[in-house]
């Protein structure tokens, strides 16, 4: 499996390649982002690099930071960046990361479960406070 190699070290894959590997499930992620599966990495005993490149999903963060809100009530975009960025994806850049970030909490404020208050640097999270019956 020489395309599989290839994948390990990070070298880009041809379109026969890529796809032969995603149709027998040996590959996840998308393009140029691709890693191997769970199952490849139990195999090749590489279980913390293939945790460490898929990182944490959307829904573990957004169970963090409902735990930091309850916790201290209050929260900064730095505490969440100190909380969640080294936790996601080392497939990702910074850039990336932090792109994350904005859309996760974005994300959270439409569902109504954090609101904002203040604008810029000063900002601050919290949980909404469920409406009056």
């Known amino acids: 499996m ?6 390990q070290k990070g070298r880009p894959l041809s ?3 890529f796809n032969s590997l995603k149709r027998q499930k040996l590959i996840e ?6 890693h191997v599966s769970a199952n490849v990495a139990a195999a090749t005993e590489t279980s913390v690099d293939y945790l ?3 990182g944490m999903d959307k829904q573990w963060c957004w169970g963090r930071v409902v735990e930091l809100l309850e916790m201290q009530t209050t929260a900064t975009k730095s505490d969440f960046r100190k909380l969640l960025l080294e936790k996601l994806s080392d497939a990702r ?8 970030l904005t859309n996760l909490l974005q994300e959270m404020r439409r569902n ?3 609101e904002k208050t203040g604008w ?3 900002s601050k999270w919290q949980l909404c406070l469920p409406e009056p019956e």
């Open 2 to 7: 020489v395309a599989l190699d290839k994948v």
């Open 93 to 100: 850049t910074a850039k990336q990361k932090e792109v994350f």
């Open 52 to 54: 460490k490149k898929r």
């Open 15 to 17: 379109d026969s390649e």
């Open 112 to 114: 109504g479960v954090i």
């Open 120 to 122: 810029g640097a000063g």
């Open 29 to 34: 992620g998308r393009r140029p982002n691709i």
